[in-house]
């Protein structure tokens, strides 16, 4: 397989696994409590860790080399992520004030500052939460990615402390309380280990891999999920507080979402087929539309509920399947409409401050177009 076909493969398949994170959230918002729903599917909500890990696998290059300039970094990540979400933001606001409630908690929607306690992160749209850890991330990726550079061993140093604060977070927190452990525990602090555990599994995936040892990552990482996930369903939350797995949920299932992306997204030391085109075409919407579908599903929810019983008459509907087609909608037109715009401004604008860029941007090259779509 030529280098083309080796990044066009990753990024095809990186946006697949963001389609999958989004429609995980999606089916644990609107399934997982539905009676003929397995128990172990309610860990489904663990499509946001993917997210966290993805995020890590993307930007892994940095820590390994790549050039990083922050401002135009900053500038990407800024347009990628704030004008979606300021629209979400706005829906949902109209949504509180439609239904009476008051518009409490604007400035610290607006500024990421939100995730002080469940009250204040849900009040709009319980997906935000994950959001301040992600912006973190991003803040503090081009000094963390700059230390690497002048020092290997910052990698592990950072890898180390980061699960052994997470461990610590996790055992510490008190969910009837909100206690300090509790809300760290979904800020970086507690998060840094997903976004690693993804670097990591970029760096695995580098490595020219027998189909064999893949697979073999792949079906660690897919056993490891699927025995989490039948201990969720079987104990719940309050039951893993009592268990040796108090607070230690959400990482370890990073970790086989890392081991599954490391095995299906790493390089073949034999030659693999180019996708389908319509397989190929259907993962890059797939990734496309899954910040949308992510922002607006539980929207989607909320806009139809009064109409529940008027869809429940409809043969072969329901309230979910009809909320499935708004999402998809509302996530189609946002990312054509308002979404990529604004991200093509701002890598406009990130090139026209980014000085490695002056000479190709006007004609750069493959490789530097498919890290771009992959980043964004």
């Not at 507690?190 to 792949?218: C, H, K, N, P, Y």
């Not at 929207?299 to 309230?319: I, M, N």
Request: charged share 15%; glycine share 6%.
């Amino acid at each position: 397989m030529s280098s083309r076909d080796e990044v066009q493969a990753v990024s095809w398949g990186v946006e697949a696994w963001r389609g999958a994170a989004a429609w995980l959230v999606v089916y644990a918002h609107y399934w997982s409590a539905a009676a003929w729903s397995p128990d172990f599917l309610r860990f489904a909500f663990t499509g946001v860790d993917l997210f966290f890990v993805l995020s890590g696998f993307v930007f892994a290059p940095y820590f390994f080399g790549k050039p990083l300039q922050a401002r135009p970094f900053w500038i990407r990540r800024f347009f990628r992520i704030y004008p979606a979400y300021v629209l979400a933001l706005l829906l949902y606001m109209g949504l509180r004030w439609s239904e009476g409630g008051a518009l409490l908690y604007v400035w610290e929607h607006f500024t990421f500052m939100y995730l002080q306690s469940r009250e204040m992160t849900f009040y709009y749209n319980p997906v935000f939460w994950s959001l301040p850890s992600e912006v973190a991330f991003y803040l503090v990726l081009p000094l963390l990615a700059y230390l690497i550079r002048r020092w290997r061993r910052t990698l592990l140093l950072v890898g180390v402390g980061a699960l052994l604060l997470r461990v610590a977070l996790g055992y510490a927190s008190d969910r009837a309380v909100e206690n300090s452990a509790f809300i760290l525990m979904y800020h970086l602090p507690g998060m840094g280990v997903e976004f690693l555990l993804g670097a990591a599994a970029w760096r695995i995936s580098r490595q020219a891999l027998d189909d064999w040892l893949r697979t073999l990552l792949f079906g660690l990482g897919l056993a490891g999920w699927l025995a989490l996930a039948f201990m969720f369903g079987r104990l719940d939350d309050a039951g893993i507080d009592q268990s040796w797995a108090r607070g230690q949920m959400s990482w370890l299932a990073a970790l086989c979402f890392a081991l599954m992306l490391a095995g299906c997204l790493a390089t073949s030391a034999t030659d693999r087929a180019a996708p389908a085109p319509w397989l190929h075409a259907s993962a890059l919407w797939a990734g496309r539309l899954s910040y949308g579908v992510y922002l607006f599903h539980v929207g989607a929810l909320r806009l139809l509920e009064p109409y529940r019983e008027t869809l429940a008459q409809l043969p072969f509907a329901s309230l979910q399947t009809v909320a499935v087609l708004l999402t998809l909608v509302l996530a189609w037109a946002t990312y054509v409409l308002w979404e990529n715009p604004w991200r093509q401004w701002g890598r406009r604008l990130a090139a026209d401050g980014d000085p490695r860029r002056v000479t190709p941007a006007a004609n750069p090259t493959y490789q530097e177009r498919t890290n771009e779509s992959r980043e964004s």
